[in-house]
Each structure stands twice: as structure tokens, then as C-alpha cells.
């Protein structure tokens, strides 16, 4: 990877494939934000990425949603930058 932290986006990453692309990819140096269809699986996710040093989190996200899609990606740019990899599990 460069210099530069890219940012990762990973839906449905609270558990199972997902949740290992995530790590994954947090341990290869991106800067991962990983998605769940619930606030709890969004803290689930939060809570893997801090205990593995990430400066990522999870985020609650509604694929079939047109305006949640967009607030996730808004927030996503705002807080971290543009996603540059993006895992549609």
C-alpha cells in the first residue's frame, strides 16, 4: 500500500465474510468502514476494528435505500475521505 491509508468500504460486515474481508483488509492497512442493516451490528463492527488498532468503524446501512446509501457515503468521505475500495458482500 502507499503512504497514503486508503479507505474501505465493506457492507455486511458484521459477521462471516464480510466481517474477514474487513479484517482483512484493516490488517493489509486500509482504514475500514464496515456496514450492518442494525445500530448493534454497526457497534459490533466498531468494536472489532478498535481492538485490532483500526481507525474505522462500523455504520448502520440500508442498501435498498437510496438516502441511506447517500448519508453513508457522506459521512464516509467527511470523516475518513472517498472510499477507494468498496466490498459489496
Known amino acids: 500500500m502507499s503512504e497514503e491509508k486508503r479507505v474501505a468500504l465493506v457492507t455486511g460486515a458484521s459477521r462471516g465474510i ?8 484493516a490488517a493489509a492497512g486500509c482504514i475500514v ?4 442493516t442494525s445500530d448493534a451490528g454497526a457497534d459490533s463492527i466498531t468494536a472489532y476494528l478498535q481492538e485490532s488498532g483500526n481507525s ?3 455504520m448502520k446501512l440500508i442498501v435498498g435505500d437510496d ?3 447517500a448519508a453513508v457515503i ?3 468521505t467527511e470523516q475518513f475521505g ?3 475500495v468498496v466490498v459489496n458482500n
Open 18 to 25: 464480510g466481517k474477514a474481508i474487513a479484517e482483512h483488509l
Open 33 to 36: 468502514v464496515g456496514t450492518a
Open 56 to 58: 474505522g468503524c462500523g
Open 67 to 69: 438516502e441511506s446509501v
Open 74 to 76: 457522506k459521512a464516509i
Open 82 to 84: 472517498a472510499p477507494l
